[in-house]
């Protein structure tokens, strides 16, 4: 079975441009997870789809940030436009049923580095 | 509000015990997981505890007391792939996220 893939693995922009990462979850899993790193902190939430629909947008930082799950499989995520302090790893994760209950796969993470 | 404590850096021999410690505060409570972080990779899920006690799988064993909201992972026979980040994470039945710590990095000497 795949895991949880994530494109691409890095990414490297200047300030003001649009990055557009992608997250292909594990097959058949209705839960996707956006979450990103920032340097020295620790891993933060950012948001939760179930199928198509936003479930939980609490941890998106600023309405530069645009989630989709179009069809309810994989998932984007577009900065626009990218500030420096976006810079971080991007992880997706899924899972079959709720956090509380259910282990969450995640993926490698997108590096993105905003110039 | 909700906190996850856990130390940053932690070293160890091959062939030793370590025990990476977590504290938590967090409303709701739904089970904490530990994962595992190799430089550049996905976390990968170690363990899940809901019930305060302890659960071993192999070398690798966690501990709950949901009454002092602390956790524990006890990894045994260290060897020198365990060098790696060991994230402690919340599940809240609020949301449907999972709260990290910042991660114990953990290095394995010969």
């Known amino acids: 079975e795949a895991g949880v893939t994530q494109f691409p693995s890095h990414s490297v922009i200047e300030k003001g441009q649009t990055v557009t990462l992608r997250c292909d979850p594990i097959?058949?899993?209705?839960?996707l997870y956006w979450y990103r790193r920032v340097m020295g902190k620790e891993i933060k939430f950012l948001l939760h789809f179930v199928k198509e629909s936003k479930q939980d947008e609490s941890g998106m930082p600023n309405n530069r940030f645009l989630a989709e799950r179009t069809g309810g499989t994989y998932s984007t995520l577009k900065v626009q436009p990218a500030e420096l302090e976006d810079s971080g790893v991007y992880f997706c994760?899924?899972?079959?049923?709720?956090?509380?209950?259910?282990?969450?796969?995640f993926g490698p993470g997108t590096r993105l580095t905003v110039l | 509000g909700q906190n996850i404590d856990q130390p940053t850096e932690m070293t160890a021999t091959e062939g030793a015990i370590v025990q990476i410690n977590c504290t938590y505060q967090t409303s709701g409570f739904n089970g904490l997981f530990w994962y595992q972080q190799h430089a550049g990779e996905a976390p990968t899920f170690l363990s899940y505890?809901?019930?305060?006690g302890l659960e071993e799988k192999g070398r690798f064993s966690s501990f709950l007391s949901r009454s002092k909201g602390y956790s524990y992972l006890l990894l045994k026979e260290l060897q020198m792939k365990d060098s790696a980040s060991y994230l402690c994470a919340v599940g809240s039945y609020n949301t449907d996220k999972l709260i990290f710590g910042t991660g114990t990095r953990l290095q394995v000497f010969p």
């Open positions: 994760a899924s899972s079959h049923g709720l956090a509380g209950a259910d282990e969450q796969f």
């Open positions: 097959s058949g899993h209705d839960n």
């Open positions: 505890n809901v019930l305060d």
